[in-house]
């Protein structure tokens, strides 16, 4: 409903910009860590296809009409968490120290958002358990990024890797 009240103000027809198309193009920015300031730097007007430059201009009206119903979308709950543990090193070290043990199942189909989570609260305590199969992913569409598992055992040197090979 957001979306199509911006496509509105915009003057845009809801029919050329479907708002789920927007509304995806929108959470794989965020599931980047793109806010819409970088999203319009990236893809803005004669950056990017026509349909980026679209979302240039959606995605950041979209998120003010959020801000002004003091809401967020359920990207935004992995978004925010990243960005401040990235940007405040004393409240990553304070989650840090009160979450000592860290467990992600599914670990394939974690996206970057969800990935730098799981590392900024890895770091005094690294007691990061992660089960997952490469093989078994399936939520690219959604964000996924397989590399998070394919590269675990380097960005996580001190890992012991348990392989069940059968069921």
Known sequence: QVIKQVLHDL???????????????????????????????????GIGTHL???VAKVYPAYQKRLLEANAVDFDDLLMHVALMLAENDDLRSNLDQRHRFILVDEYQDTNRAQ??????????????????DPDQSIYGWRGARIENILR?????????????EAN
């Open 152 to 164: 675990f055992e380097q960005d996580f040197p001190d890992v012991k890797v348990i392989r069940l």
């Open 52 to 54: 980026e430059a679209v």
């Open 115 to 132: 990935y730098q989570i799981v590392a900024a609260l890895s770091q005094l305590n690294p007691n990061l358990c992660a089960t997952g």
């Open 11 to 45: 003057n845009l027809d809801a029919t050329h910009f479907p708002p789920p198309k927007l509304g995806q193009r929108i959470s794989q920015a965020k599931n980047e860590l793109l806010t819409a300031p970088q999203y319009i730097a990236k893809y803005g007007e």
